[in-house]
């Protein structure tokens, strides 16, 4: 059986971007026959709260996204980290590093358009002395090789890294011992059973990162589809931060129906703008369909 997930993080309302990609997840599963897993990606406890994972459960049930279990929040799973971070130190891959720099981000989920630098790999090599000499904790990175990885996204063809080269070293928790994404990520869905991940294109770039972490632990990797983002009229991505299109706003002038309708007609699935329900539009769903460019939208 395909086993998909929602993985939203309750760090604010969701907004139509998020609808999107979960509206086209749930229809991509659904049409298969498929279990859906729902997991609040809750990392960071500053940034996220269950206020937050309150309202996006009410939301997907308002347009007839429904799962058929929900796996425990990231933010109770610290045990699981523990033992995978435990199994990659045993393999020598981990080292404590002393820069300041993306730690405070390494919890979050690195979208497309925001600046990520390739670590120089500054602390890769320091001899106990130079560790003993620092004054301050450390984050701790993964070590990665002069490989290339390839995905073989669904729906965006191959994407492929040269992990030395494009994304360094990168940091699997962080010096306040939050887990880091990249990490937490992958360990979920490997427990969760995950076979298929359909996401945002603004993470594909994290993908090769995790099918190595996939590799390390001997765990198998799920088939990913990632889909154009949804695009404010001016260029911008929609964001909760900047509270494009929310959904208790749209929901005053639209039914959920009209909203899912003019959702599949930006995506392809449809020919014209018209109401229909998640149900009937998992029913005739397609990925041939589905447009892999970024998408421009407008109600």
């Not at 599963?29 to 459960?57: H, S």
């Not at 630098?117 to 890769?124: D, I, K, L």
């Not at 940091?171 to 990490?183: I, K, M, N």
């Amino acid at each position: 059986m395909t086993v998909g997930r929602f993985a939203p993080s309750p760090s604010g309302k969701m907004h139509l971007g998020n609808l999107f990609s979960f509206l086209l997840a749930w229809c991509a599963l659904r049409a298969e026959k498929g279990e859906m897993v729902l997991r609040m990606e809750d990392l960071d406890p500053q940034r996220t709260g269950p206020e937050y994972a309150a309202l996006i459960r009410r939301d997907l049930l308002r347009f007839g996204l429904n799962w058929d279990r929900e796996v425990p929040a990231q933010s109770s799973r610290t045990a699981a980290y523990d033992e995978a971070f435990a199994k990659l130190e045993a393999l020598g891959l981990i080292y404590p590093c002393y820069c300041s720099r993306s730690e405070v981000h390494a919890a979050s989920a690195p979208h497309l358009g925001q600046s990520e630098f390739v670590y120089a790999g500054t602390c890769r090599n320091l001899s106990p002395e130079q560790r003993a000499a620092k004054n301050r904790l450390p984050a701790w990175r993964l070590r990665v090789p002069n490989e290339k990885w390839t995905v073989h996204d669904g729906l965006q063809g191959d994407y492929t890294e040269l992990l030395s080269r494009d994304c360094g070293d990168f940091v699997l928790r962080r010096a306040d011992g939050v887990y880091a994404y990249q990490l937490a990520v992958t360990v979920d869905d490997a427990d969760n059973g995950v076979t298929q991940v359909v996401r945002g294109r603004d993470l594909l770039a994290s993908t090769p990162r995790q099918m190595y972490l996939f590799s390390l632990l001997g765990r198998p990797a799920p088939e990913y589809y990632h889909v154009p983002l949804l695009l404010a009229p001016d260029g911008r991505r929609l964001s909760k931060r900047d509270g494009d299109l929310d959904l208790d706003s749209l929901l005053d002038r639209y039914s959920p129906e009209q909203i899912i309708g003019t959702l599949a007609h930006a995506a392809g699935l449809i020919d014209r703008k018209e109401a229909v329900s998640a149900a009937e539009l998992a029913a005739v769903f397609d990925w041939k369909k589905v447009k892999k460019e970024d998408i421009y939208l407008t109600l």
